[in-house]
T-cell receptor, first 115, second 112 residues
Framework: DSGVTQTPKHLITATGQRVTLRCSPR?????VYWYQQSLDQGLQFLIQ???????AKGNILERFSAQQFPDLHSELNLSSLELGDSALYFC??????????????FGSGTRLTVV | AQSVTQPDIHITVSEGASLELRCNYS??????LFWYVQSPGQGLQLLLK??????LVQGIKGFEAEFKRSQSSFNLRKPSVHWSDAAEYFC??????????FGAGTILRVKS
């Protein structure tokens, strides 16, 4: 157990639907990072939050949004889902703004299947 | 901004053989360097990290990595590979005030 909790572990939904993925960072960590991993795109950074504020944005589609709540858990919202959104979605956390000194701690991921 | 390259997409080694996975980074100063391992369907697990001091760092599961400033490299090594080492390995670099940047990964296959 890494200390980063992601729910649900698996999600199957239809095209056009909306889902919410949840992440609880490791205790004491202030940053949350979201990644998408698919066979054709590899590991893609989506977005980072630090202590409730958006800090960095990557290749996140407009149909996707995220937020970090006062208790530091984070949610990634995916809407108008397409078949190509099927992927593993990872959450990672770090104690600081960058993760430079200690790296990130990853959760075990949410596998999203869009049918 | 920093960048990282893992030149090998796939590597196959025999069980018991030695292993070296390559990682090259681009950054003007000394970066923070990491190696992660991902087993199928699992999250990424930190193997080892470097940010200063001895350029040869030891990690978990018998892995080590050597930082070579002159070659901008941080290659991962293991003297004797076990079948359970089959996984995908990611090199990552951190620098300045930026988040970590991950390489594209190297898939390790172990043949018996």
């Amino acid at each position: 157990d890494s200390g980063v909790t992601q729910t649900p572990k698996h999600l199957i939904t239809a095209t056009g639907q909306r889902v919410t993925l949840r992440c609880s960072p490791r205790s004491g960590d202030l940053s949350v990072y979201w990644y998408q991993q698919s066979l054709d795109q590899g590991l893609q950074f989506l977005i980072q939050y630090y202590n409730g504020e958006e800090r960095a944005k990557g290749n996140i589609l407009e149909r996707f949004s995220a937020q970090q709540f006062p208790d530091l858990h984070s949610e990634l919202n995916l809407s108008s889902l397409e078949l190509g959104d099927s992927a593993l979605y990872f959450c990672a956390s770090s104690v600081d703004r960058t993760g430079n000194r200690n790296g990130y701690t990853f959760g075990s991921g949410t596998r999203l299947t869009v049918v | 901004a920093q960048s990282v390259t893992q030149p090998d997409i796939h590597i196959t080694v025999s069980e018991g053989a030695s292993l070296e996975l390559r990682c090259n980074y681009s950054y003007g100063a000394t970066p923070y360097l990491f190696w992660y391992v991902q087993s199928p369907g699992q999250g990424l697990q930190l193997l080892l990290k470097y940010f200063s001091g001895d350029t040869l760092v030891q990690g978990i599961k018998g892995f080590e990595a050597e930082f070579k400033r002159s070659q901008s490299s941080f290659n991962l090594r293991k003297p004797s590979v076990h079948w359970s080492d089959a996984a995908e390995y990611f090199c990552a670099v951190g620098a300045g005030g930026n988040k970590l940047v991950f390489g594209a990964g190297t898939i390790l296959r172990v043949k018996s």
